[in-house]
């Protein structure tokens, strides 16, 4: 599975880095780091709708540190399994 954070100007401000942080935190406690990759990505031209997210191909708006979390769970775990 392949997990692009953007990491574009507006997004690197709206704390993009803090994102890929926690992911790498999840991906090992979870013990995913064989299934996860994680990569960073240009603007993907939805700056006004939170961080998004590129998770095979499916992209995830609003994400932000308050619900990484969560997307976490529900579209990376659940898909992993
Ligand atoms: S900088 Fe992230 S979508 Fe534009």
Same mark, same amino acid.
């Given at each position: ?13 709206? &704390?993009?880095? =803090?994102? !890929?942080?926690?992911?790498?935190? @999840? ?6 780091? #064989? /299934? *996860? ?12 709708? &939170?961080?998004? =997210?590129? !998770?095979?191909?499916?992209?995830? @708006? ?6 990484? #979390? /969560? *997307? ?10």
């Amino acid at each position: 599975m392949i997990v692009k954070v953007c990491v574009g100007s507006s997004c690197h401000l709206k &704390g993009s880095y =803090l994102i !890929i942080q926690r992911l790498q935190e @999840l991906i090992k406690e979870n013990h995913l780091e #064989d /299934e *996860v990759q994680l990569k960073g990505s240009f603007c993907m031209g939805k700056c006004i709708n &939170g961080i998004p =997210l590129e !998770i095979d191909g499916q992209i995830v @708006l609003q994400v932000g540190i308050t619900n990484i #979390d /969560e *997307v976490f769970e529900k579209y990376i775990l659940k898909k992993g399994e």
